[in-house]
Structure formats: structure tokens, C-alpha cells
């Protein structure tokens, strides 16, 4: 904060804060060494070492290892973009990438000379050592280490030079390129259906990462696509504006058209292990538009909602199980439950609504975590257990069926999943510019303003819980019947906090946002094995970074984005005030 | 404000007597329990005497962790959910210097030093956590809307717990046992073993040497005058940001020692351990009238023993089988009634409702 203030205050003392500058860098190479240490004793670089990007060439866990030295360097760098002399930027950039990868030499050497040090940090092992130390063996690897790091904070350095055009574009090229190699195995399986394509997957793939020849060919690929975007875009973008509505109309109408076929043909096109992700994603689709409607439309974190999850699961558990064990299993059908499910989970959202009327903020995330606990523990314990099956569950639910089709696997699934995506979209989209969405967002906004303008709170309220529990409710339904067994452990705190991660990372309030949130925060770590340990991990570092870098989320929706915006204009207005309040008593005594 | 008060209290709403009629049940249910357990005399006196005994010392350690929500509470108007990742740090870390003292024998030795240098590794720990997530995750955001720190503080607390769960495994670590604490004094029905003694002494020792603390120095004083106002005291020539990291720092001390008598007295520690004490804790905080010191030592306590009695008390005159296992449902439970109904709390301090 206090940097770029007296760079602004004093342009003409370059000489005098250059040392700072280089004194950053080292601050940021320091900070950067100390993450990677960290990512490197967690694990993530052993694991993640296993997963080819180009074949032969890099893994994911070296790209980690160097890819840390690098941002460090463009970091040390970024704000340093208008200082006059090339060479000094550069060599700053060396001097933040030096100093990361010379602690993840120190560390290399630590874990060598100490190797009981594993009793401790469970990942501090001898392959640990060898990925530090690029392969090279131990003097040699340390210094080709510290080489390497140097070279890439310098490239990061050097970067910042270029033009912003193809700085963008070559940071885009690399991060497709890094995305594909690591969906690579998933994209073969894929393209390996189709014989026409399969040479095209022969030149971009080998069995184990990206063909080097297909990697060069990705990149350049992206980068001449995002150099030709960037100056035609405008121009397509413009000409789109242009045409006349009914193209327009049409136009729109062809993509929801085409979209649409997209969808449905989907689970056949990308195979039964994609379909069972697809199966996933959907479900916390739903669910996040359901939370979307309580805490991105109506302002009210619930931290409980796995509760809803829970009581739809459960619902349709002991209305449809055959099994002897339950008291009171009914035996119906999955759609003469369904209804009932999603009753009783709306209800559930009214009485757990009541209680929490007059409770604001971060109370009411603690109540409705608390809620959420206490409806698991129930659910858990022996008390109920000849009604609700205790800690083994409910077990024996059929699978919902049309007539002779069967939603049995996930490629059926996937289509009643996608039935209810749909209807939760359209419910919010409609929801969203109602009165009723317009009363949501004054609520959000100020409860007492919103009040004072007539907006009958109680009700208001009770809705938005209500409308997000029966969401919430199908999802549980459709989980139940495609796990055909619940268990009360499926449904714990975790849950919660995953629907939160999408809505927040995603986008709150934002309908398209929640559903890119689910894909990247569900979608991801299941198509990637590796991550799959680090989810959480990874999920906590995002919902922070997300909150001090861009708190609207991935795809904001408007109103929230300006709002936020708004802020940050006051915020720096009031600064400014207060500056010149402050410049101007400095006068006055002076 | 005043007008819509006096307003409710004439006209009645349905949500309103919804509530009440589900609080009188609550009672009705707790009251006919109590009755029903104490008339059968299932539990002989001793057993009612070993409950409230453990109840006392497990109430300590929540008074020692909600001693840290309450305070952030009181100064930053936060929950700081990523406490209960403070407390389980510490003793986490700790483990492994327990573990090589038990193995080179220098815990039975002299386990005074030995317990001092663990419990010095783990207040060490904590406080580190509690200050980087404080600087990380907290700071830049003061000026942010009130849902914001609150995500972070969730985010925070799930990568605080999964790294560390990266870091030493996910192995439910066995700590390692004192002989010299594994006896125990009898008193006539009194039977107290010596970690309990330890817990509970400790416990009120830090207790009073941070009552001390905030009430005799000078930084206890700028402490709470942050509480009160923090502009202001920023205009009395106090350092808000100081003061806050100080509040981090004692926060994080006392859960790091919290931590090791939790890890002695159910002499296991894991990555996931931090959750539950921390929930408790915090209702403990809320129980007391959050942002209230003295009432976070008596809500912790209060939570310990209506924890330990609770389940025996309440439930099993009414049939219900393995009460138990609904001990952590009693204490939820407590928490969502003690903010719909009192949300000052027992000693009830009012603080203002944060203001986006």
C-alpha cells in the first residue's frame, strides 16, 4: 500500500526508490519461497509429479516447482512495469526467482541431511528430494535448481516488457496448453471413440501427456486465436450489436437451439466416465442455485444447508426402500415420493426459517450450521435409529423409472439431473428481475432500509429459504436413488461449505457464475485424481483469494459487481479526502 | 428502533408464538427428562459427581478457546471461524516433541520441564497461526461488507485444517501419556485424577492472568478501548493495528495451551480435531454474551457441564437409547436457542449490530 503512494507523491526520485523496488522483490522472492516449501511438504509436488504434461519433457510437479520461481519473479516485477531500464527489471525478476527456488535448494538439502525429519512432515520423503533437485542427483540438481528458478524469475522480468497484447496472449497460450496436458488422459479416452479423429488424438497425444509436437502446436494455436481476438473481437462483437432484432432473435434462438442439442447429446459423446462427473457437477448445480437464491439473492449465508441435501435424501430413502430394517419403508415409486420430498423439505426450510428471522449476518451462519449438525447427528444416532436407520442408513432405494426406461446409470441419470438444472434455472432466472427478486436484493442490501420501504421481511424471508430448500430437496431425491444407499455421514458440514465455495466462487447472485463454479470447484478435482486430496485445501485457499482479489466472483452478476465497485470508488474517495485534509493541515501548520 | 420495539411487544406475530410455543417445549422436554432420570436413580450420586467433574474440566478448555472468539468478536466484530484451527494447530505440532520426549524418556523424568517446553511449542504455534491468518486473511479486509471476512474466515479455516493435514498426515496421532498424572485424589464421593486437577488449574490461572492482563496494563486498557470504539481510540493516539495483532496473539496463546490439556485428556490429536471444541467453544462465547471476557469463562464452563449431565439428565429418564451420542446435539442445540432467545447472552452485554 504504502509503495506506489510515494512513487506517486515523489516521480521524480526514481534513484532514491529504487532500492526499495529490488527490496520488494526480495520480499516477494522470500514469500514465494516460503509457499513453496509449504506446497512442496504438503505434497501436492510428489503427487502431482505423477501427471504428465508433455511427454517426457515436464510433470506437473516440476511445472509446480518452476512455476513457483516464475511467479515469484512476475509478482516482483508486475508493479515495476514503467520503470525506465529493461535490464533492472530483469534482474529483479531473477532476484524474486532465486530466492523461491533457493528455498526449495535449503529444503532439498534439509530433508537430505535430515531424513527423519519424514516422522514429522509425512512428505518429506527421498523422491521429494529428487524432484527438488530436477532428477540431477545432489550438488548438481541444487545448482541447476537455483539456475533454473533465476532464469524463470528473469523470463517473468522480461515479460513485462513485451507489448500487453502478447504478454496476454502468452500467458493464456500457456495456461490452455498446462490445462489441456492435464485433461489429456480424459481427452484421449474421448477422441479414441471416434475413428475419424483418432489421428488427430495421435499427434496431440501420447499415452502419457501432451506429444511435444501437439504442446507447440496448442500453444501457438492459442496464442494467434487471442492475438486475433484481441483485435477483431471488437469488430464481431460490434457486428453482432449491429444486426437487426429479428436476426438477433434468430441468432439467440440458433444458440439455445444449438446449446440445447449439445446438452442432451452430451453423456453419449464424452462416455460413461465423464457422464458420472457430468452426474455430479449437476447435483451441486442444483443445490448452488438453490443456495444462490439464499445467500446470492437474498443475503442470508446458511451454513446449514446440507440439511435440505439431507431431508430430500432422506424422504425419498424411506418412502421408496423395500428394506426390512426401516419401520415405516414405504416401497413407492422415486416420482410418487418426489413430491413428498420436495414438500417436506420446503416445510423443513419454513420452521428452520422461523427461528432465524431476527437473527442477522454471522449469527445466522452459525444457527443454520448448527441446524445442519443437529439434523446429521439425529440422523445418526440410535434414538432414531428403527425410523431413520442410524449410522447404516437406508438402504435397498430403487432407481426412478418411465415406464420401461430406467434411470440406472449415469448416462440416464444425467438427463434427470439435467431436467432439474434446467427447471432451477429458469425458476431463477425468472425469480431474479421479479418483485419478489427485486425484494430479495433490497434485503441483501439493508434489512431496515428495505423494511422501511414495505417489504414485509418475515415473508420475504421464509421464501428465500423455502424456494432454496426445495432445490436443495431434488438434489438430495436424485442423489438418494443414484446412490440406491445413504448414509447419515454423506451429509456433513463439508457439503455446506462446497455449495458456499460454488455460489461465492462462482459468483453470487450470478445464475451462469454458480453454474462455472460447480464446474471448476466440483468438475475438476474429480476428472483429476491428484487433486482430489487437496480439494478442501485448495477450495479454502480459493474462497480467500477470492474474497481479497475479486469478491464478486468468477462471473459476477451486474448489480453486485457495480455495487462492489461502488465501494471501492468511496473507499479511495474518501482516501483522497482524506489526503487532501491531511495535505492541507500539513499547509496550515506549515 | 424503540418504535418497532414497543410495536412487537403488542402485536403478537405467529412466527413469534411459533418460537415460544417450541421453547416451552424444549423446556417441557428437559424438565420431564430431568424428572423422569432423577426419580428412576439409574445413576448413583458418584456417577452424577464424575459427570459434573468432567463437565468442569472440559468447560475450562472451552473457556480457554472461547476466550479468543470473544475477544476478536469484541474488538473486530468477526466470528473468527478459523479459531478452531488456532487451537488444533498447536497440540498437533506439540505431538511430535511429546512424542520424542516420550521416547528418550524425558517426559517421566521431568515431566514439569517437559510439559512446560510442550505447552511452549504449542501456544507458539497457535499464536503464529492466529497471526498470519490474521495479517493473510483478515486485515486487508477491515473495510470490507460483513459477509466478506466471514468467508474468508470459513476459507481460512479449511485450508488452515488441510494443510496441516497435508503437513503430518491424517493419522489420529496417540499422545503420549504422563506417568506422574495418571493418578487420581478421592474425597468422600469427590474423585478427581490429576489431569484434571492440571486442566482445570491451568485453566483458571491463565483465565486470571488475562484478566489481569486486560484490566491492569496499559495494553489491556487500549485493548478495550478498541473494543468500544475503534475510531476513536485510533484518535486517542492508540495503534489499532497493534492492538488487534495483540488480540490475535493472546487469543492464539490460549488456545495453543487449551489444545494440550484437550490432548491430555483424550490423549489424541488429528487434523480434524479443532471442529467440534471450536463450535462448542464458540457457543460457550455466545452463551456468555459475546465480546464479554468473564462471561466466555463462565459460558465454557456452563456448556461443560450441561454437555457432560446433559445427555444422562435430559434424556434417558425418557427412554431414549445411547443419549450419548446426542451429547454434541445438546450443545448445538444450546447454541441456535441461546441466539434466537437471549442473544446478549447469560451476563449480557449488548453489542451493536454490524453495519454493512
Given at each position: 500500500m504504502t509503495t506506489p503512494t510515494t512513487s506517486l507523491a515523489q516521480p521524480t526520485t526514481t534513484l532514491a526508490t529504487a532500492p526499495s523496488a529490488w527490496r520488494d522483490a526480495l520480499r516477494i522472492g522470500l514469500i514465494g519461497g516460503v509457499c513453496a516449501v509449504l506446497v512442496a511438504l504438503i505434497g501436492m509436488i510428489e503427487a502431482f509429479s505423477?501427471?504428465?504434461?508433455?511427454a517426457g519433457v515436464i510433470t506437473l510437479g516440476t511445472l509446480l516447482i518452476i512455476g513457483s520461481a516464475f511467479l515469484s519473479g512476475y509478482f516482483a516485477t508486475r508493479s515495476a512495469?514503467?520503470?525506465?531500464?529493461a535490464a533492472e527489471v530483469i534482474g529483479r525478476g531473477a532476484l524474486a526467482g532465486l530466492m523461491t527456488s533457493l528455498f526449495l535448494t535449503l529444503l532439498a538439502l534439509f530433508v537430505n541431511a535430515v531424513p527423519t525429519i519424514r516422522s514429522m512432515?509425512?512428505?518429506?520423503s527421498p523422491a521429494l528430494v529428487q524432484l527438488l533437485t530436477l532428477g540431477q542427483g545432489m550438488p548438481a540438481g541444487n545448482l541447476l535448481l537455483l539456475v533454473v528458478g533465476t532464469m524463470m524469475g528473469a523470463l517473468a522480468g522480461l515479460l513485462q516488457l513485451v507489448p500487453p497484447v502478447f504478454h496476454r496472449s502468452l500467458i493464456i497460450g500457456v495456461v490452455i496448453t498446462i490445462l489441456i496436458g492435464m485433461m489429456q488422459d480424459l481427452l484421449r479416452v474421448t477422441f479414441q471413440n471416434w475413428s475419424a479423429l483418432r489421428p488427430v488424438s495421435n499427434f496431440f497425444f501420447t499415452s502419457n501427456g501432451l506429444a511435444p509436437a501437439g504442446a507447440a502446436t496448442i500453444f501457438a494455436l492459442a496464442i494467434v486465436f487471442n492475438v486475433v481476438w484481441s483485435q477483431r473481437g471488437d469488430r464481431v462483437r460490434a457486428g453482432i450489436r449491429s444486426l437487426p432484432p429479428a436476426q438477433r432473435r434468430a441468432l439467440n434462438l440458433g444458440l439455445v437451439i444449438f446449446g440445447g442439442i449439445i446438452l442432451l447429446a452430451l453423456p453419449w459423446v464424452v462416455g460413461l466416465f465423464f457422464s458420472e462427473v457430468l452426474v455430479n457437477v449437476g447435483l451441486f448445480v442444483l443445490m448452488a442455485l438453490g443456495l444462490n437464491i439464499v445467500?446470492?439473492?437474498?443475503g442470508l449465508l446458511d451454513l446449514g444447508y446440507v440439511a435440505f441435501y439431507a431431508i430430500g435424501a432422506y424422504m425419498i430413502g424411506l418412502l421408496t426402500s423395500t428394506s426390512k430394517?426401516?419401520?415405516?419403508?414405504?416401497?413407492?415409486s422415486f416420482w410418487a415420493a418426489l413430491p413428498f420430498a420436495i414438500a417436506v423439505a420446503i416445510l423443513a426450510g419454513a420452521i428452520l426459517g422461523i427461528p432465524v428471522l431476527k437473527i442477522r449476518g454471522d449469527y445466522l451462519a452459525i444457527v443454520t450450521l448448527g441446524f445442519g449438525e443437529i439434523i446429521r447427528l439425529l440422523a445418526q444416532s440410535d434414538f432414531l435409529k428403527p425410523v431413520?436407520?442410524?449410522?447404516r442408513g437406508v438402504e435397498l432405494i430403487p432407481k426412478p423409472a418411465i415406464g420401461p426406461f430406467e434411470f440406472a446409470g449415469p448416462q440416464e441419470l444425467y438427463y434427470l439431473i439435467l431436467a432439474g438444472c434446467v427447471i432451477a434455472v429458469f425458476v431463477s432466472l425468472r425469480l431474479k428481475d421479479s418483485r419478489q427478486g427485486r425484494a430479495w436484493m433490497a434485503m441483501r442490501e439493508d434489512e431496515d432500509v428495505a423494511q422501511t420501504m414495505g417489504i414485509n421481511l418475515v415473508n420475504t424471508k421464509l421464501l428465500a429459504f423455502m424456494i432454496g430448500a426445495s432445490l436443495a430437496g431434488i438434489a438430495g431425491a436424485i442423489f438418494a436413488s443414484k446412490l440406491a444407499i445413504i448414509y447419515?455421514?454423506?451429509?456433513?458440514?463439508l457439503i455446506s461449505i462446497l455449495v458456499l465455495a460454488v455460489v461465492i466462487i462462482g459468483g453470487m447472485g450470478s445464475i451462469p457464475g454458480v453454474i462455472l463454479g460447480a464446474l471448476v470447484l466440483v468438475g475438476l478435482p474429480e476428472l483429476l485424481r491428484e487433486f482430489s486430496d487437496y480439494r478442501l485445501l485448495l477450495y479454502g485457499a480459493a474462497l480467500v483469494l477470492m474474497m481479497l482479489?475479486?469478491?464478486?466472483?468468477?462471473?459476477?452478476e451486474e448489480a453486485r459487481q457495480r455495487e462492489l465497485h461502488e465501494a471501492e470508488e468511496e473507499v479511495s474517495l474518501s482516501e483522497k479526502l482524506a489526503d487532501d485534509e491531511e495535505l492541507a493541515r500539513e499547509g496550515a501548520t506549515g | 428502533m424503540v418504535a418497532t420495539r414497543t410495536k412487537r411487544v403488542i402485536r403478537l406475530e405467529p412466527t413469534d408464538v411459533f418460537i415460544y410455543i417450541i421453547g416451552a417445549l424444549i423446556v417441557f422436554v428437559v424438565v420431564v427428562g430431568s424428572i423422569a432420570t432423577l426419580s428412576q436413580g439409574k445413576y448413583s450420586i458418584n456417577a452424577w459427581v464424575d459427570l459434573f467433574v468432567f463437565g468442569v474440566t472440559l468447560g475450562s478448555i472451552y473457556s480457554l478457546i472461547a476466550l479468543g472468539y470473544t475477544m476478536v468478536y469484541g474488538i473486530l466484530?468477526?466470528?473468527?471461524?478459523?479459531h478452531s484451527e488456532v487451537f488444533m494447530s498447536g497440540p498437533f505440532t506439540a505431538y511430535f516433541l511429546a512424542e520424542a520426549f516420550s521416547r528418550s524418556g524425558f517426559l517421566n523424568q521431568s515431566p514439569v520441564i517437559a510439559l512446560i517446553l510442550i505447552f511452549a511449542l504449542s501456544m507458539g504455534t497457535s499464536v503464529l497461526v492466529a497471526v498470519l491468518i490474521e495479517r493473510i486473511a483478515y486485515r486487508p479486509l477491515r473495510?470490507?461488507?460483513?459477509?466478506v471476512p466471514l468467508i474468508t474466515a470459513i476459507g481460512a479455516s479449511f485450508f488452515v485444517q488441510y494443510m496441516f493435514r497435508g503437513l503430518y498426515g491424517t493419522n489420529i496421532k496417540v499422545y503420549p501419556e504422563i506417568e506422574a498424572l495418571k493418578g487420581q485424589i478421592t474425597l468422600g464421593a469427590f474423585r478427581v485424577s490429576y489431569i484434571q486437577i492440571l486442566v482445570i488449574v491451568a485453566a483458571a490461572a491463565m483465565m486470571l492472568g488475562l484478566h489481569l492482563f486486560v484490566q491492569k496494563t496499559r495494553t489491556g486498557k487500549a485493548m478495550r478501548a478498541v473494543a468500544e470504539d475503534r475510531s476513536t481510540a485510533a484518535l486517542m493516539g492508540i495503534n489499532v493495528d497493534n492492538i488487534i495483532v495483540t488480540t490475535f496473539i493472546l487469543g492464539g496463546a490460549l488456545a495453543g495451551a487449551a489444545g494440550v490439556l484437550y490432548a491430555l485428556v483424550f490423549t489424541q490429536v488429528h487434523f480434524f480435531m479443532g471442529f467440534i471444541p471450536g463450535i462448542k467453544a464458540f457457543t460457550a462465547a455466545v452463551l456468555g454474551g459475546i465480546g464479554n471476557i468473564p462471561g466466555a469463562m463462565l459460558g465454557g464452563l456452563f456448556l461443560g457441564v450441561i454437555e457432560s449431565l446433559g445427555p444422562m439428565l435430559f434424556l434417558d429418564g425418557l427412554g431414549i437409547?445411547?443419549?450419548?451420542?446426542?451429547k454434541d446435539a445438546i450443545a448445538f442445540s444450546l447454541l441456535v436457542l441461546v441466539l434466537i432467545?437471549?442473544?446478549?447472552?447469560?451476563?449480557g452485554e449488548r453489542i451493536r449490530e454490524k453495519k454493512a
Amino acid at each position: 500500500m504504502t509503495t506506489p503512494t510515494t512513487s506517486l507523491a515523489q516521480p521524480t526520485t526514481t534513484l532514491a526508490t529504487a532500492p526499495s523496488a529490488w527490496r520488494d522483490a526480495l520480499r516477494i522472492g522470500l514469500i514465494g519461497g516460503v509457499c513453496a516449501v509449504l506446497v512442496a511438504l504438503i505434497g501436492m509436488i510428489e503427487a502431482f509429479s505423477n501427471r504428465n504434461i508433455i511427454a517426457g519433457v515436464i510433470t506437473l510437479g516440476t511445472l509446480l516447482i518452476i512455476g513457483s520461481a516464475f511467479l515469484s519473479g512476475y509478482f516482483a516485477t508486475r508493479s515495476a512495469s514503467d520503470s525506465p531500464r529493461a535490464a533492472e527489471v530483469i534482474g529483479r525478476g531473477a532476484l524474486a526467482g532465486l530466492m523461491t527456488s533457493l528455498f526449495l535448494t535449503l529444503l532439498a538439502l534439509f530433508v537430505n541431511a535430515v531424513p527423519t525429519i519424514r516422522s514429522m512432515f509425512i512428505n518429506a520423503s527421498p523422491a521429494l528430494v529428487q524432484l527438488l533437485t530436477l532428477g540431477q542427483g545432489m550438488p548438481a540438481g541444487n545448482l541447476l535448481l537455483l539456475v533454473v528458478g533465476t532464469m524463470m524469475g528473469a523470463l517473468a522480468g522480461l515479460l513485462q516488457l513485451v507489448p500487453p497484447v502478447f504478454h496476454r496472449s502468452l500467458i493464456i497460450g500457456v495456461v490452455i496448453t498446462i490445462l489441456i496436458g492435464m485433461m489429456q488422459d480424459l481427452l484421449r479416452v474421448t477422441f479414441q471413440n471416434w475413428s475419424a479423429l483418432r489421428p488427430v488424438s495421435n499427434f496431440f497425444f501420447t499415452s502419457n501427456g501432451l506429444a511435444p509436437a501437439g504442446a507447440a502446436t496448442i500453444f501457438a494455436l492459442a496464442i494467434v486465436f487471442n492475438v486475433v481476438w484481441s483485435q477483431r473481437g471488437d469488430r464481431v462483437r460490434a457486428g453482432i450489436r449491429s444486426l437487426p432484432p429479428a436476426q438477433r432473435r434468430a441468432l439467440n434462438l440458433g444458440l439455445v437451439i444449438f446449446g440445447g442439442i449439445i446438452l442432451l447429446a452430451l453423456p453419449w459423446v464424452v462416455g460413461l466416465f465423464f457422464s458420472e462427473v457430468l452426474v455430479n457437477v449437476g447435483l451441486f448445480v442444483l443445490m448452488a442455485l438453490g443456495l444462490n437464491i439464499v445467500v446470492g439473492f437474498a443475503g442470508l449465508l446458511d451454513l446449514g444447508y446440507v440439511a435440505f441435501y439431507a431431508i430430500g435424501a432422506y424422504m425419498i430413502g424411506l418412502l421408496t426402500s423395500t428394506s426390512k430394517e426401516i419401520v415405516f419403508a414405504g416401497g413407492w415409486s422415486f416420482w410418487a415420493a418426489l413430491p413428498f420430498a420436495i414438500a417436506v423439505a420446503i416445510l423443513a426450510g419454513a420452521i428452520l426459517g422461523i427461528p432465524v428471522l431476527k437473527i442477522r449476518g454471522d449469527y445466522l451462519a452459525i444457527v443454520t450450521l448448527g441446524f445442519g449438525e443437529i439434523i446429521r447427528l439425529l440422523a445418526q444416532s440410535d434414538f432414531l435409529k428403527p425410523v431413520l436407520g442410524g449410522s447404516r442408513g437406508v438402504e435397498l432405494i430403487p432407481k426412478p423409472a418411465i415406464g420401461p426406461f430406467e434411470f440406472a446409470g449415469p448416462q440416464e441419470l444425467y438427463y434427470l439431473i439435467l431436467a432439474g438444472c434446467v427447471i432451477a434455472v429458469f425458476v431463477s432466472l425468472r425469480l431474479k428481475d421479479s418483485r419478489q427478486g427485486r425484494a430479495w436484493m433490497a434485503m441483501r442490501e439493508d434489512e431496515d432500509v428495505a423494511q422501511t420501504m414495505g417489504i414485509n421481511l418475515v415473508n420475504t424471508k421464509l421464501l428465500a429459504f423455502m424456494i432454496g430448500a426445495s432445490l436443495a430437496g431434488i438434489a438430495g431425491a436424485i442423489f438418494a436413488s443414484k446412490l440406491a444407499i445413504i448414509y447419515p455421514h454423506s451429509f456433513n458440514l463439508l457439503i455446506s461449505i462446497l455449495v458456499l465455495a460454488v455460489v461465492i466462487i462462482g459468483g453470487m447472485g450470478s445464475i451462469p457464475g454458480v453454474i462455472l463454479g460447480a464446474l471448476v470447484l466440483v468438475g475438476l478435482p474429480e476428472l483429476l485424481r491428484e487433486f482430489s486430496d487437496y480439494r478442501l485445501l485448495l477450495y479454502g485457499a480459493a474462497l480467500v483469494l477470492m474474497m481479497l482479489v475479486r469478491p464478486e466472483g468468477l462471473w459476477p452478476e451486474e448489480a453486485r459487481q457495480r455495487e462492489l465497485h461502488e465501494a471501492e470508488e468511496e473507499v479511495s474517495l474518501s482516501e483522497k479526502l482524506a489526503d487532501d485534509e491531511e495535505l492541507a493541515r500539513e499547509g496550515a501548520t506549515g | 428502533m424503540v418504535a418497532t420495539r414497543t410495536k412487537r411487544v403488542i402485536r403478537l406475530e405467529p412466527t413469534d408464538v411459533f418460537i415460544y410455543i417450541i421453547g416451552a417445549l424444549i423446556v417441557f422436554v428437559v424438565v420431564v427428562g430431568s424428572i423422569a432420570t432423577l426419580s428412576q436413580g439409574k445413576y448413583s450420586i458418584n456417577a452424577w459427581v464424575d459427570l459434573f467433574v468432567f463437565g468442569v474440566t472440559l468447560g475450562s478448555i472451552y473457556s480457554l478457546i472461547a476466550l479468543g472468539y470473544t475477544m476478536v468478536y469484541g474488538i473486530l466484530r468477526m466470528i473468527n471461524f478459523a479459531h478452531s484451527e488456532v487451537f488444533m494447530s498447536g497440540p498437533f505440532t506439540a505431538y511430535f516433541l511429546a512424542e520424542a520426549f516420550s521416547r528418550s524418556g524425558f517426559l517421566n523424568q521431568s515431566p514439569v520441564i517437559a510439559l512446560i517446553l510442550i505447552f511452549a511449542l504449542s501456544m507458539g504455534t497457535s499464536v503464529l497461526v492466529a497471526v498470519l491468518i490474521e495479517r493473510i486473511a483478515y486485515r486487508p479486509l477491515r473495510n470490507a461488507p460483513r459477509l466478506v471476512p466471514l468467508i474468508t474466515a470459513i476459507g481460512a479455516s479449511f485450508f488452515v485444517q488441510y494443510m496441516f493435514r497435508g503437513l503430518y498426515g491424517t493419522n489420529i496421532k496417540v499422545y503420549p501419556e504422563i506417568e506422574a498424572l495418571k493418578g487420581q485424589i478421592t474425597l468422600g464421593a469427590f474423585r478427581v485424577s490429576y489431569i484434571q486437577i492440571l486442566v482445570i488449574v491451568a485453566a483458571a490461572a491463565m483465565m486470571l492472568g488475562l484478566h489481569l492482563f486486560v484490566q491492569k496494563t496499559r495494553t489491556g486498557k487500549a485493548m478495550r478501548a478498541v473494543a468500544e470504539d475503534r475510531s476513536t481510540a485510533a484518535l486517542m493516539g492508540i495503534n489499532v493495528d497493534n492492538i488487534i495483532v495483540t488480540t490475535f496473539i493472546l487469543g492464539g496463546a490460549l488456545a495453543g495451551a487449551a489444545g494440550v490439556l484437550y490432548a491430555l485428556v483424550f490423549t489424541q490429536v488429528h487434523f480434524f480435531m479443532g471442529f467440534i471444541p471450536g463450535i462448542k467453544a464458540f457457543t460457550a462465547a455466545v452463551l456468555g454474551g459475546i465480546g464479554n471476557i468473564p462471561g466466555a469463562m463462565l459460558g465454557g464452563l456452563f456448556l461443560g457441564v450441561i454437555e457432560s449431565l446433559g445427555p444422562m439428565l435430559f434424556l434417558d429418564g425418557l427412554g431414549i437409547t445411547a443419549p450419548y451420542q446426542l451429547k454434541d446435539a445438546i450443545a448445538f442445540s444450546l447454541l441456535v436457542l441461546v441466539l434466537i432467545f437471549r442473544p446478549t447472552g447469560i451476563l449480557g452485554e449488548r453489542i451493536r449490530e454490524k453495519k454493512a
